[in-house]
């Protein structure tokens, strides 16, 4: 192990060892003062291209990490293909009463009941603005109030503010800690907000993609449902998935009691099964992004064999560091140097019908 290595473990270490939200808040921090550097320059064999865009490599990160737009760039710079940023709300609020953040250091999981707390359009905004003219796909994840009287207004709101800033939209009506916003999922809600929400996008001057993100607990009638109308809107892609309310075998019984969105490791197989599920009935229309439970290269591979054209993480960046990023990328050209691919659009989608039939339930992962 070289000295870098031992001091970022050392380091991760002492990070975890501090509450949740006070390691969270100084990682940001730290990530502020991150000297500037270009990103490291990724294999072309990463390279993919989605929703009309480029992406020098498909990890991204998760919405959550980077709620308010502070270090978009230093993530990039880090590695990651893309970075999205939110959820954001058009008027600033706290969330949820702390605490509201868990790790679940065996299980490498996270339970969170933060609820969309954000410091609003106006200030990711300004925030946003001062990056202009960087390099580097931003996303926007966006939310709605949690006493909005409106939410497909909210949600219109964040079209109209970004539209000049960011290089795509994940519109998320999947959270599990904002009472009533999985309701946007059922078909008839879903019919009304879809196309006011396409509108809004089309009335500015650039086309940005839209990604509908969805929950892991669904049904497959319900997953019908959701695919039928982004189909027939032709929405640009999905984001698949969010949180869990469902609680696998934990190790932690304690804080496996705690409410909120279960993410991580426990995370991966449900929320891959139901990305599968989703590839097969999208039939190529629009692009997937795989969540949940990435955090190796076993586990980033089996996303794009269930039907995964760009991925996201988090949670292995709380357990593994900031180093995950790399490995992963190395372990994806690993694996395609060994079965001789030159693409990762070859391996695209082979083993969705193994997944979705639940013919997969488990991965050797790689450390």
Not at 185 to 208: C, F, I, K, N
Not at 210 to 233: F, M, N, Q, W, Y
Not at 270 to 290: C, D, H, S, W
Not at 309 to 333: D, H, Q, W
Request: aromatic share 4%.
């Amino acid at each position: 192990m070289t000295a870098k290595r031992a001091l970022a473990d050392l380091g991760l270490r002492l990070v975890l060892l501090l509450p949740p939200e006070m390691a969270h808040r100084i990682t940001i921090r730290a990530l502020t003062l991150m000297p500037e550097r270009p990103p490291p320059a990724d294999d072309a064999r990463l390279h993919t291209r989605a929703f009309g865009l480029d992406f020098p490599n498909p990890l991204g990160l998760a919405a959550g990490f980077d709620k308010n737009g502070e270090v978009a760039d230093a993530m990039l710079r880090l590695g990651f293909g893309f970075v999205e940023v939110g959820t954001v709300t058009p008027r600033p609020q706290s969330g949820n009463p702390r605490p509201r953040l868990f790790r679940l250091k065996e299980d490498h999981a996270i339970i969170n009941r933060l609820g969309f707390n954000s410091a609003g359009h106006e200030r990711v905004r300004a925030r946003l603005l001062a990056r202009a003219g960087q390099p580097g796909l931003v996303a926007l994840n966006l939310g709605a109030n949690r006493d909005s009287e409106d939410r497909i207004g909210d949600y219109l709101a964040g079209i109209e503010t970004f539209a000049d800033l960011a290089q795509m939209f994940v519109i998320n009506i999947s959270s599990p800690n904002t009472p009533g916003l999985r309701d946007l999922q059922r078909q008839q809600e879903l019919s009304d907000l879809l196309p006011r929400v396409l509108a809004a996008r089309d009335a500015g001057a650039a086309r940005r993609p839209v990604i509908v993100k969805i929950a892991p607990d669904l049904t497959e009638d319900e997953l019908d449902g959701i695919v039928r109308v982004c189909r027939a809107h032709r929405i640009d892609g999905l984001a698949v998935s969010n949180t869990t309310l469902a609680r696998p075998e934990l190790t932690d019984e304690a804080k496996a009691k705690e409410i909120g969105g279960l993410s991580g490791r426990p995370l991966f197989v449900p929320a891959t099964r139901i990305l599968a599920q989703a590839y097969l009935r999208v039939e190529n229309q629009f692009p997937l992004i795989g969540i949940g439970g990435v955090e190796d290269a076993a586990t980033a591979f089996a996303k794009i064999e269930a039907g995964a054209t760009l991925l996201e993480l988090y949670s292995g960046l709380v357990f593994k560091g900031a180093g995950l990023i790399g490995e992963i990328k190395r372990g994806l050209l690993g694996k395609l140097e060994k079965e001789g691919r030159r693409s990762l659009e070859e391996v695209r989608g082979r083993r969705a019908e193994d997944w979705a039939e639940g013919r997969i339930t488990d991965l050797s992962r790689e450390d």
